[in-house]
């Protein structure tokens, strides 16, 4: 197997060129789930900054490839470069992808951000890892990409709602404190972080800045 740093983003998720975005979904969080913190591959075969550049790279394959025009242009850059077949490349643009969850308040749904709320408060409880991490006194960035991972919740959809750029909420994830906002700006958005997954905010919000000696 090629090394992931040479591999393109169909071999880090493991799935064809012709694959459909339900596919890419479940591609996305079964390959995520197997470096999460507490996977035995990524005790057995890889360093901390190994298995987060692995998680950074698979991220960074599912947001361009679960998005039509960005998969559109990486595909032709494949073609370009000899690396895929254009015959063999996914070709219907016409549906959009459907997020895990449907974030979007329609009037024949009017209650689904109350369901969705409740679902991620049930999924939360009823996790023994999430619970056990929110009993700590402090929070790494790892911690909460484990528990937003355990919810199902991508990167994106937090981004969708937020409107927080998809690079900050990574170094958040990462502590990369050399990409983080000025602390004012940094309390906002770890707060509309925290609010997507339907968690305690005050309580999480104070473990994380704990954790990184500004509580």
Do not use: H, W
Request: proline share 5%; charged share 30%; with cysteine.
């Amino acid at each position: 197997m090629k090394p992931f740093k040479e591999q393109n983003y169909y071999e880090v998720l493991e799935i064809s060129p012709d694959a459909v975005p339900l596919e890419i979904r479940r591609a996305y969080k079964k390959t995520f789930t197997l470096y999460q913190g507490d996977s035995i591959a990524s005790y057995s075969f890889f360093s901390e900054e190994e298995r987060q550049e692995i998680l950074s790279c698979i991220e960074q394959a599912y947001l361009t490839l679960i998005n039509p025009e960005a998969r559109a242009a990486y595909d032709q850059s494949l073609v370009a470069s000899g690396l895929l077949d254009e015959e063999k490349s996914y070709r219907d643009k016409s549906k959009e992808p459907i997020a895990i969850y449907d974030f979007q308040k329609t009037g024949r749904e009017s209650s689904a951000p109350t369901r969705r709320s409740d679902e991620l408060k049930s999924r939360a409880e009823q996790n023994p890892m999430i619970r056990d991490l929110l009993t700590r006194d402090t929070l790494a960035g790892s911690d909460l990409q484990n528990i937003r991972m355990a919810l199902e919740v991508p990167l994106e959809v937090i981004a969708e709602m937020t409107n927080i750029r998809i690079d900050i909420l990574r170094a958040i994830e990462t502590e990369n404190v050399d990409l983080f906002p000025p602390r004012v700006y940094l309390k906002g958005f770890l707060r509309s972080y925290i609010r997507c997954l339907e968690l305690d905010e005050r309580a999480v919000l104070d473990a994380y800045l704990r954790k990184l000696g500004l509580q």
